[in-house]
């Protein structure tokens, strides 16, 4: 029988292809056992039976062949908070927490109605319904199987989401309106090498990947948005760190004003955020 601080030491040499060998090992571990670090770290010399140690050479096996680490514990931290992932599911990234913090700031009425599109495994929706629980959120994917995840989530969490499936506005009711209309879209161009690193080779190419050299979808978004916007509502969309003047160009041409980009963590511009028909815009100024 092998101890907890051998397996550990083991699995860390094998995953030498990974950015973090020591982290993986130890949360792969953690999962297996349901236990902490600091349980992890005070009982190194506890022995696994030949089951637990045969599960954990499996799923060590499985993250030394690029399975993501999210996939093999099933769940994925985002905003504080502990969302279930499956390949189902695109794995939420910590940049997309800035869209968060953005919206959290913003003016929005006491009741806003938002919609997020493509919400994965609901990590936009449900945070924003969990942090401002006055707001009416819906949430829409055109994976059914993604969907089953989010509601899953939202239960789990407690967050009070609608949920609905189906391409894009197509999702919700023809005459229905909101104050914000949020989503991270697939966005990267069918042709782009990352496709062939790192977690985007497991994750749904249906959550990554559009025309258009990744603007297809983003197209579909900003001009579904002119109809589906109240007067003085907002428009929040990522895209990749080389879009940012496209889409500001995009949602100009659309008649969004102002039109701005959100930074990510490390500076990069990362995301569209747009106004419709705002009171201080001198193009609608006067339907204030
Ligand atoms: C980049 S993922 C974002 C997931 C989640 N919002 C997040 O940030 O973690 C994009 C999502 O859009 C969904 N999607 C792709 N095409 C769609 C379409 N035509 N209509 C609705 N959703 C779509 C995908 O299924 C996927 O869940």
Redesign the pocket.
């Known amino acids: 029988m092998s101890s907890v601080h051998e397996l550990l030491v083991s699995a860390a040499r094998r995953l030498t292809h990974s950015p973090s060998p020591k982290l993986d090992a130890e949360v792969l571990m953690m999962r297996l056992l349901g236990v902490n670090r600091a349980w992890l770290y005070a009982h190194p010399e506890q022995l696994l039976a030949p089951k637990a140690a045969a599960a954990y050479d499996t799923l060590v096996d499985a993250r030394q062949r690029g399975m993501p680490v999210a996939y093999l514990t099933g769940e994925r931290e ?1 905003f504080a908070r502990a969302f279930r992932v499956t390949p189902d ?5 910590p940049d ?1 927490e800035r869209l968060i913090d953005a919206t959290l700031q913003m003016k929005l009425p006491e009741r806003a109605r938002v919609l ?10 449900i945070t924003l319904a969990l942090e401002c629980p006055d707001w009416d959120v819906t949430a ?4 059914e199987a ?1 969907l089953a995840v989010a509601r899953d989530n939202a239960a789990r969490l407690g967050a009070c989401v609608r949920f609905a499936a ?3 506005y197509a ?1 919700v009711g023809a005459d229905e309106r909101f104050d914000l209309v949020i ?5 990267i161009a069918p042709d782009d090498a990352h496709l062939g690193e790192g977690d985007l080779r497991f994750e ?1 190419r ?3 990947v559009a025309a258009d050299d990744g603007l297809a ?1 983003i197209r ?1 978004i900003v001009a579904g948005a002119r109809e589906r916007l109240l007067p003085g509502g907002w428009l929040i969309v ?1 895209h990749g760190w080389q879009q940012g003047e496209a889409v500001r160009a995009i949602a100009a041409e659309a008649g969004f004003a102002p039109v701005k980009t959100l930074d990510d963590l490390a500076g990069n511009p990362r995301a569209l955020l747009a106004g419709w028909q705002q009171p201080d815009d001198p193009e609608h100024a006067h339907h204030a």
């Open positions: 985002f599911t695109l794995i939420p990234r997309t997020d599109l493509g919400t994965g495994s609901g990590a936009i929706a829409t994917d055109a994976s993604a189906g391409d894009w999702a989503s991270n879209p697939p966005y749904p249906r959550a990554l979808d579909c990522e």
